[in-house]
Structure formats: C-alpha cells, structure tokens
C-alpha cells in the first residue's frame, strides 16, 4: 500500500462564529515527518482533531490508512501526543499506561511487559507503582510519551510535541521521532516553532486562518518560495552600502543589522552587480553569500504582517 | 466492547482500592443505624422519668388523685403536691431553672368541667410524657364526671378497659404480620439509601468526568473511545461500586440490626416492648428486593447520566457544585414527599410521582413498601422510568461529547440546547 497515510479531502470545520478549518487538502506519504506549521490560532489542533476523530468535519472527509474512518477506528494504529496533556494523578504509573493502552484496543496481558520496558528504557523503572501525582513534571512528560509510543503504533501524531518540555525531555522526543522515522514509521506533528520544523520535517503544510498556504516537501518549498536571498557581512566600514540596497531595480527587500544584512534580490537582478557596486562603494566585505532563505523567512512571508495586509487590500 | 469494559474496570478497581470506600463501607451501616435508631430510642426514653411537682388547685380530691396515678407510672415521679399561694409558681419555675425539677402541673376544678389543665416544663416536646400525661388526666376526669353523675365506680374501671391497637399489614391477600411502624420503617429506610447512594455515586460520576476533564487526559481517551463509550463505562463501573457497596451494607447491615434489639431495649422501659417490636427486620420479601434494585439501578443510571453532564459542562468543582444544584433538587422531591407517599400510597400525588421519571426511582419502591401494590402498578412506573432514562442518557451524551473537550466559560442554556441540536 504506497497511498497515503493521512488523507483530508477539502476538510471544513466551523465553529460558533468562525469557521477554524476552512477546505483543507492534504496528504502525508509513508515513512516521513510531516510538519503541520501555522501561527497560533491557525487551526492545527482542529485538523489534528479531526484526524483523531474527536471532532467531525462539516465537510470533507478523513482517510487514515488509505481507509475511511478517522482515528478512532485505528486508534491500535496510532499514537496520538494533545498539546494538553494529562494523566489520572492519583493511579499508578504501570496502571496508567496499561490502561491507556487497553482503551486503544491492546490487550492487558501485551500491554503490561512493554509498558515495564518503556519505563526502564526511560529510567522510571522503579516508580512504576507510584502514583502518578508522586513524579516530577519532567517525569510525567515522559510517561506521556510512553503512553504514545508503548503500542509501536504506525503513525505517530503529535500535537505541540516540544512544548514544555525540559531539555534533556526535548532532546529525547527529538531521539525518538528520528527513531521512528528509521523505522519506517510516519510522524504528523505541528508546531509554531520553525527552527524546529526545518531541522526535522521532510515534508510539510503551512496553514493561517484554516486555509493551506502551501505544502510539500521541504527543499522544494524553499526553492520555488525563496526568491534568491543575499547575505552580506561588513568587515568594519559599511561605506555607502546603503544607496545600493536603496536601489530598487537590484533589492527587492533588506533586513539591515549594521554589520550584516539580509538581502532579497529584485526578479531579475544579478548578485553580481551587487557585489560589483558595494566593492565601488567602498564597503569592506566579510561574508558574502548566495542562499535560500530560512523556512522561518518563508513562514513570515506567507503569514506575517505584511501577508496580513496584502490578504486585507486582495479583500477590498 | 473491550474497550468499554477497560473503563469500567479502571472505575471500579480505582475506586474499590481507595480509603474513601472501605471507609464508606465500614461506617455505612452504623451511620444508617443511627440515623433510624437514635431518634426512636430518644422519643422512647424522653430522657427518663421526669420529677415534677402537682399544684393541686382542686377543692374536690382531684388533685390528689392525679397525684397518686402519676406516682404509679413510670415515666414520672412526683417530687410533691402544692396547694397554690402567692409566690408559688415563682419559687418552681426557679426549681426548674436549677434544672431540681423537670416540671409542674396545674389542675384546678376546671380541669374537670372542661380539660383544661397546664404543664410547665423545661422540655415539652416529649411525645411520651405529654401522651401519658393527658392520658392519666382524661382517664381522671371521665371516671370524676362519672361518679359525679353516680355512676357505680367498678362499672367506671370495667368501661375504661385500655385499646391495645396492634396493626397487621395485608400483602396480597396475606397478612404479614408486619406492623405499621415496620412498613413505615422499611419505607424511609429505603429512601434514604436509595436518596443517599444515588447522590454519592452520581456524585462520584460527576467528579470523574470532571477529573478527566481538568487534568486533559480525556482528549486521549476520545481519539480511542466514543464519547457514549466512555460515559457508559464509566456509569457502568460506578454503578458496580455502588452494588458492591451494598453487598458489603447488606452483610454489615444484617449484623447491626440483629443487635437493634439489645441497642434500644438496654435504655427502654419495659412498657416500650410494643415500640420495640419495630425494630424486628420487617417482612422483607423477595419482590421487595426486586423492585428495590430495579429501581435503584433505573434511578442511578437516570441520575448518573445527568451527573455526567453536569461534569463536561463544568471546568472545576466549584462550578460543578453549582451546577448540580438542580440535578439534586430534582431527586430531593421525591425523598421529601416520603411522608406524604407512606401516609397516602394511593393518592394522586404519590401516583404521579410514581409515574414521573424523576422521583419514580425513590417514589416506587417507597408506595411498594407501604402500600398494597400489584406487579401491575409497577410495570407502567418501570416502563416510563426506562424510556426517561434513555431519552435523559441520550440528551446527557449529546451534552457530554460536546463539554468534555471544552474549557472556559459554562454554556448557558441556549447554548446547552444547541449543543443537544447539533452534536
């Protein structure tokens, strides 16, 4: 089966007042991290939601597995990490998670041996009778995460997953989502943080206001998104670099630091010229360096203040 | 299914490990107990016999022989006879203030004429004393305004013979040798379990929801169970805890009640044996139980799901108790009206709360016990207790799975029935 693992189909989803997923398509292939990017508010935890079946869409329709039927149907399939996470404070560690993993359709007698190696993989062998209420918050994080991992589900969906963690809990959900992904596993998980997303996603969905901005695989969107970006670093005097970024037929945009800017190439302009004319200048030159731009650039491209403007005059 | 039964499971064993439960389990039956015996014991023994002194205001004997009755009965002893003169009343009240006397009484010649008479003491709401009180003055005044009339004094005493009512309940056609005390016993005992049971466990639902509803964790459980399946196995799970609970009430219950009678005779007079005999188990038959359990079981999931509701739409306890405010005041109804229901089983309110959903559930079981009821009087009750039961379950889920993964402000009602519309 090579179709893929998460499908929506033109999915909406309106609340009272406001519609938070407004006809969105996408689909996540076998075997990859899959990036869910969207400011705060963008309706990433209401299409995770949907995935998991625990909201319906109004329109559209979710296909897991090249199935129908949303989450709960494949709930032994899955682990699923909210961005608000809980446990029942007063059971037991072992209790918890053996229980958690019976309401996912595993049977007890499967459920309780991995649950002892998870906790002993992760250094909590021996609070497995305490209660839960008993462990550090860092400790909790990692149960949580147990709870997701401990049925080996295929698809992985994670809501936020590096918010709130501690370090050394961040740098273990960072282990065992590449761990995952070796393993052929397939991982959706959404954040707002883009540094996280570049280092990780192979392929991801920007989406603000409930509708996609653009998807697919990373490099791709960085090289049909990026414009050509210029990075130039001043070795002491800047000389007149300024007239040159004033120059509209060449910079397109300049993000100027002093000592360093960030250019954005006018459409047709060479890089060249630049260099030629900032050497004119008088400018002393350090670094200077042809590159596609960060996904954190794209992101505030597409969803920034300037995008919110534009999107309001397109409006009008 | 099997996930369904993984709820109940973790409800129940949760629930039967914690402290809180053997605790409830332990003290149940003597917290039952007490609350049917203490009162009885003290309305019999008033507190013992009370010293009081007669002021004799009679120009004809009568007084003295008020006196003298009074001194052969045990409730009372007479601390004296004072003819009144000024001051007197006056120097008693004071006895009665350094708590050296419990009372006086007042006879006069009027008292035969007309029955008037005056009893002053520091506790009139005694039912005993005041009962034998105006019994032995009733009794006097007839046999005085006889003889007065010359009537042959021996035919005065043949004429006074005493009642001695004994009631004998009819079930079916057979009498069951049950008292009336018995049968309104066994009424208001099974509605204040019924009242009690059903408040803590729907209670215990409403807090479970709401626990998984603060800590998050329920966002986890509806990617894997249905909304109705969590709630069901969770009134389910709960439910078993309460059967439970009472498997472990009805073996400590039989202990203390066959102590009952040792517990009250040791303070009783010897007089309250008829008193006493209430407090042989009464005739508890097996359609009795039926009915009890059906009932119990009708009343619980009906409350338990609107407990459940009243959960999800709540974001803490204080909003939950707030909450729950008319859930309880619908089974309160009920629970308050068990005099009205056990003095009249037959009337049109007793029969209409039998018949609502709501108050049927403690209603029923409580005309059962008083009245002469047939399987066909019930059969209607249980018909629309099941049907209520569905539909309130149906309209508390639909609430449930919209509330449980919404945080903030409460819905309002309007809001409620959209959701009710529309999820």
């Known amino acids: 089966m090579n179709g893929p693992v998460v499908a929506l189909d033109r999915v909406t989803k309106r609340f009272a007042g406001h519609t938070a997923v407004d006809g969105l398509s996408l689909a996540v292939p076998r075997g990859v991290i899959f990036g869910l990017l969207g400011p705060n508010g963008a309706g990433k935890t209401t299409s995770i939601r949907m995935i998991m079946d625990i909201l319906e869409p109004d329109e559209g329709e979710v296909r897991l597995f090249g199935e129908r039927g949303a989450g709960r149907d494949h709930s032994a399939r899955i682990g699923y990490l909210p961005e608000e996470r809980g446990l029942y404070p007063k059971m037991r560690v072992l209790d918890v998670l053996v229980f958690l993993a019976e309401v996912k359709g595993v049977s007890r007698s499967v459920a309780r041996p991995k649950a002892q190696d998870w906790l002993e993989r992760l250094g909590l062998g021996d609070w497995r009778l305490r209660r839960v209420n008993e462990l550090s918050k860092g400790m909790q994080q990692k149960v949580q995460f147990i709870s997701t991992m401990l049925h080996d589900p295929e698809l992985v969906i994670l809501d936020e997953p590096f918010s709130g963690l501690d370090p050394v809990n961040a740098q273990v959900m960072k282990d065992t989502v590449l761990d995952l992904r070796r393993r052929g596993k397939t991982i959706v998980f959404s954040t707002h943080i883009m540094e996280q997303a570049e280092k990780l996603c192979d392929e991801l969905c920007i989406i603000a206001r409930g509708k996609k901005l653009v998807d697919g695989a990373l490099g791709d969107i960085k090289r049909t998104r990026g414009g050509h970006h210029l990075v130039i670093g001043f070795d002491g005097s800047p000389g007149a670099a300024q007239q040159v970024f004033a120059e509209r037929g060449l910079v397109k945009r300049v993000d100027d630091y002093g000592q360093y800017a960030e250019l954005e190439l006018a459409p047709g302009a060479d890089a060249q010229i630049i260099l030629q004319r900032l050497v004119a200048s008088g400018a002393r030159l350090s670094r200077f360096e042809l590159m596609e731009p960060s996904l954190h650039k794209i992101f505030l491209d597409l969803v920034g203040p300037e995008a919110a403007r534009a999107e309001a005059r397109a409006n009008a | 299914m099997r996930k369904v039964w993984a709820v109940v499971r973790r409800e129940f064993v949760e629930r039967v490990r914690s402290k809180w439960f053997w605790?409830?389990?332990?003290?149940?039956?003597?917290?039952?107990?007490?609350?049917?015996?203490?009162?009885?014991?003290?309305?019999?023994?008033?507190?013992?016999?009370?010293?009081?002194?007669?002021?004799?205001?009679?120009?004809?004997?009568?007084?003295?022989?008020?006196?003298?009755?009074?001194?052969?009965?045990?409730?009372?002893?007479?601390?004296?006879?004072?003819?009144?003169?000024?001051?007197?009343?006056?120097?008693?009240?004071?006895?009665?203030?350094?708590?050296?006397?419990?009372?006086?009484?007042?006879?006069?010649?009027?008292?035969?004429?007309?029955?008037?008479?005056?009893?002053?003491?520091?506790?009139?709401?005694?039912?005993?004393?005041?009962?034998?009180?105006?019994?032995?003055?009733?009794?006097?005044?007839?046999?005085?305004?006889?003889?007065?009339?010359?009537?042959?004094?021996?035919?005065?005493?043949?004429?006074?013979?005493?009642?001695?009512?004994?009631?004998?309940?009819?079930?079916?056609?057979?009498?069951?040798?049950?008292?009336?005390?018995?049968?309104?016993?066994?009424?208001?005992?099974?509605?204040?379990?019924?009242?009690?049971?059903?408040?803590?466990?729907?209670?215990?639902?409403?807090?479970?929801?709401?626990?998984?509803?603060?800590?998050?964790?329920?966002?986890?459980?509806?990617?894997?169970?249905?909304?109705?399946?969590?709630?069901?196995?969770?009134?389910?799970?709960?439910?078993?805890?309460?059967?439970?609970?009472?498997?472990?009430?009805?073996?400590?219950?039989?202990?203390?009640?066959?102590?009952?009678?040792?517990?009250?005779?040791?303070?009783?007079?010897?007089?309250?044996?008829?008193?006493?005999?209430?407090?042989?188990?009464?005739?508890?038959?097996?359609?009795?139980?039926?009915?009890?359990?059906?009932?119990?079981?009708?009343?619980?999931?009906?409350?338990?799901?609107?407990?459940?509701?009243?959960?999800?739409?709540?974001?803490?306890?204080?909003?939950?108790?707030?909450?729950?405010?008319?859930?309880?005041?619908?089974?309160?109804?009920?629970?308050?009206?068990?005099?009205?229901?056990?003095?009249?089983?037959?009337?049109?309110?007793?029969?209409?709360?039998?018949?609502?959903?709501?108050?049927?559930?403690?209603?029923?079981?409580?005309?059962?016990?008083?009245?002469?009821?047939?399987?066909?009087?019930?059969?209607?009750?249980?018909?629309?207790?099941?049907?209520?039961?569905?539909?309130?379950?149906?309209?508390?889920?639909?609430?449930?799975?919209?509330?449980?993964?919404?945080?903030?402000k409460r819905p309002n009602l309007k809001e409620l029935l959209r959701w009710i519309r529309t999820a």
Do not use: C
């Open chain 2, 23 to 408: 605790v409830t389990a332990l003290l149940g039956p003597l917290f039952f107990g007490a609350i049917v015996i203490i009162p009885l014991r003290l309305s019999m023994s008033g507190g013992g016999a009370k010293r009081v002194v007669v002021v004799d205001g009679t120009t004809t004997g009568f007084g003295v022989r008020v006196a003298d009755s009074l001194a052969q009965n045990r409730a009372f002893i007479i601390a004296g006879r004072a003819v009144p003169h000024a001051g007197l009343l006056d120097s008693l009240r004071e006895e009665v203030g350094a708590k050296r006397l419990d009372g006086f009484l007042i006879v006069t010649d009027t008292t035969v004429e007309t029955g008037a008479a005056e009893y002053h003491a520091s506790n009139v709401s005694s039912f005993r004393h005041i009962e034998e009180l105006s019994g032995v003055l009733g009794r006097l005044a007839v046999t005085t305004r006889l003889e007065r009339a010359g009537v042959n004094p021996s035919l005065v005493n043949r004429a006074q013979l005493r009642i001695d009512l004994r009631t004998r309940k009819i079930s079916g056609s057979k009498t069951t040798g049950e008292t009336s005390a018995q049968s309104f016993g066994l009424a208001y005992a099974m509605a204040i379990i019924l009242f009690v049971v059903i408040t803590i466990y729907g209670v215990n639902v409403m807090s479970s929801v709401l626990e998984e509803k603060t800590t998050r964790i329920v966002e986890v459980l509806v990617s894997s169970l249905r909304p109705f399946q969590l709630m069901l196995g969770k009134v389910v799970g709960v439910g078993a805890v309460s059967i439970f609970q009472f498997l472990i009430w009805v073996v400590g219950g039989a202990v203390v009640l066959s102590q009952v009678g040792t517990l009250v005779g040791d303070l009783a007079p010897p007089e309250a044996t008829a008193q006493q005999a209430a407090f042989q188990l009464p005739n508890i038959t097996a359609a009795t139980i039926v009915v009890f359990l059906t009932f119990f079981l009708g009343g619980f999931f009906l409350y338990s799901a609107m407990f459940a509701a009243v959960g999800a739409i709540s974001s803490n306890e204080q909003e939950a108790r707030q909450a729950q405010q008319p859930v309880m005041f619908l089974l309160m109804i009920a629970y308050l009206s068990v005099f009205a229901l056990s003095n009249n089983p037959g009337s049109t309110y007793a029969v209409a709360l039998s018949l609502i959903p709501f108050t049927a559930p403690i209603a029923m079981p409580v005309r059962w016990a008083v009245g002469n009821l047939t399987a066909l009087d019930v059969i209607p009750s249980l018909a629309l207790l099941v049907g209520g039961t569905v539909l309130v379950t149906w309209v508390a889920a639909r609430i449930y799975r919209v509330g449980i993964l919404m945080t903030g």
